[in-house]
């Protein structure tokens, strides 16, 4: 495993951190709870494995992906792992406050190392988070000792993410930065030049630079690699996270790990071949997210844009079209039920319209055959 300088903190971070969001579960939506009898050991082979980088948040899977992460640093030296977590500002600032108290709890920690406003806003850091104390909150309970660093998780744009660097009140940032979804590229830059540390989430894209059809990579490299491998080249990133739900994903991703350096000629020539197959992706970037979800209407909206995305660009043929006609649509969670009511509009952060792009699906899936000819 390699380990980065973690902006100006002092402290030795390594490239790959565990993200613990995506743990085998038990259970569905309000129930949805970690497994932890398999999710524990995943945690544990990855910090077996060097990674000393552990990040969750108070709503992962409902609350228990803290859990978890307590229960896999029991009894390991914790001064030699680093734990993140985030607290959102959907509450008033007392009953805010009061969370870091349960965290502490469920992380089994004293101490909690880079804690996060999770996806901050900067309207909402002049408006809210300063005037109505809850920053105060954070600087009295690193002077109590409770957590180490103040940080953030963003998914403003790339302007805003530099105000909130400018204020020069946070020791990190976590920002999502992959092939896909380059926009962050200054505000990386400059947190780097400020002596920020920089976490990135979604190197791979959630998954979905995965299935890329057109690439073969050479050196014996899979796709996810390769874009892992993007991701470190960059010198102002220091972690990328990945949330991991298996040991043999974590085995995989800390053996990527351990070649972190300056791209091979052979892999940037590998990686401009992927970016050029990206250009019409940038185009509708879903992260699989589900924040917009659910919608009033029943529309599945992330299912919709994953098959638009693999019919268009993935080239993955008349199989994706009939998991639209024969699988969305009958459930009627298809675009064609979308009735532009624009109420999932605001939450997505990856800004897109996604009423306008739901009209896209629908014209794409209605060119394509209804049915399976061979059947
Ligand atoms: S605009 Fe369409 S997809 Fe969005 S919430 Fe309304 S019905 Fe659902
Ligand atoms: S449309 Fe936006 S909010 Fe919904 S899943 Fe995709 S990225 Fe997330």
């Not at 963003?154 to 020069?168: A, Q, V, Y």
């Not at 590229?185 to 920020?196: Q, R, V």
Request: one cysteine or more.
């Amino acid at each position: 495993m390699k380990y980065k300088d973690f902006g100006n903190t002092g402290i030795k971070l390594s490239a790959l951190g565990f993200g613990a969001m995506r743990l085998p579960v038990i259970g569905e939506g309000e129930q949805e709870k970690v497994d932890l009898e398999n999710a524990v050991p995943v945690i544990q082979r990855g910090l077996d494995l060097g990674i000393n980088y552990i990040d969750s948040a108070w709503a992962y899977h409902n609350g228990t992906s803290e859990t978890a992460v307590g229960e896999a640093i029991a009894g390991r030296d914790r001064s030699s792992i680093y734990i993140s977590t985030k607290n959102p500002l959907d509450t008033e600032v007392k009953e805010w406050r009061k969370r870091l108290d349960t965290q502490l709890e469920r992380l089994n920690t004293d101490y909690i190392d880079f804690y996060h406003f999770h996806g901050l806003m900067w309207r909402e850091f002049k408006k809210k988070v300063l005037p109505e104390g809850y920053f105060k909150e954070l600087q009295r309970a690193r002077d109590e000792g409770l957590i180490r660093h103040i940080s953030f998780s963003c998914h403003d744009n790339p302007r805003n993410m530099i105000k909130l660097i400018d204020t020069g009140e946070f020791s990190s940032m976590l920002v999502q930065y992959n092939l896909l979804h380059r926009l962050n590229d200054l505000a990386i830059a400059h947190a780097g030049e400020k002596g920020m540390g920089v976490v990135v989430m979604g190197p791979v894209g959630g998954g979905r630079i995965a299935f890329l059809s057109r690439l073969q990579p050479r050196e014996g490299r899979t796709v996810p690699e390769l874009a892992l491998r993007f991701v470190w080249s960059n010198p102002n990133i220091n972690v990328a996270l990945s949330g991991m739900g298996n040991v043999a994903m974590v085995e995989e991703n800390a053996a990527t790990a351990d070649i972190v350096g300056p791209l091979t000629s052979v892999e940037e020539e590998d990686i401009q071949v992927m970016l050029d197959q990206l250009d019409g992706l940038e185009d509708l970037y879903c992260t699989g997210c589900g924040y917009c979800m659910p919608c009033p209407n029943g529309v599945d909206i992330p299912t919709n844009f994953l098959l638009l995305n693999y019919a268009r660009y993935y080239e993955f043929g008349e199989g994706i079209a009939q998991s639209y006609n024969l699988g969305l649509k009958p459930a009627k969670a298809s675009a064609d039920f979308c009735i532009e009511c624009e109420e999932c509009l605001e939450k997505c952060p990856q800004n897109i319209p996604i009423p306008e792009r739901m009209r896209d699906v629908v014209e794409q899936f209605s060119q394509e055959p209804q049915e399976d000819t061979d059947s």
